[in-house]
């Protein structure tokens, strides 16, 4: 499967936009919003995610709320597969897995349909989201697709945040693709 090259992630780099002490002092948020709003550096974005996986024999791919929605949708429409959203909790309408992650101060809880893969048997899933930090909402997800059987071949990840090691533990789960690595 492919991979960017220097110049191609410095491009895809320079399209996202660093905000200061958001949400709180001391953090450097990485905004994607401007990467997003650049209909160029999207189509490209897309146009990679969809040479890397067009042959990965995929039957889903599952994006984590709100962001994993918004790489994981045009990226399952072009690759003509399901998407299943990942979401926290009481936002899905029918039955429910739940799995709770630790935060830094205290714990989290996302969701999943019960009958999310039930269309294909031992299915191929990506999960796919905007950055991997610590890790734990990836890995929470990760426990949930394997709860209900699919295979997880891959997690996806437009940036990681490495000092922060959220790929160490999730790497027992899956391989992992950074596109980019800050």
Known sequence: ????????????????RDVQNFPKPGILFKDITTLLGDKDAFKFLLDHLEN?????????????????????????????IAFVPIRKPHKLPY??????????YGFDEIEM?????????????????????????????CELIREVGANLKEACFLLNLVDLNGTKELEKYCPIY?????
Request: proline fraction near 2%; charge should be negative; avoid cysteine.
């Open 52 to 80: 890397r996986y067009k042959n990965a024999n995929l039957d889903y791919i599952v994006g984590i709320e709100s962001r994993g929605f918004i790489l994981g949708a045009p990226l399952a429409d072009r690759l003509n």
């Open 113 to 141: 349909h019960v009958d999310a893969f039930e269309k294909v048997q031992n299915p191929n899933v990506l999960l796919v989201d905007d950055l991997i930090a610590t890790g734990g909402t990836a890995k929470a997800a």
């Open 95 to 104: 039955m429910t897995i739940s799995q709770k992650y630790s935060l830094e």
């Open 1 to 16: 499967m492919n991979k960017l090259s220097n110049d191609e992630k410095k491009y895809l780099l320079s399209t996202i």
């Open 178 to 182: 950074s596109i980019l690595e800050v």
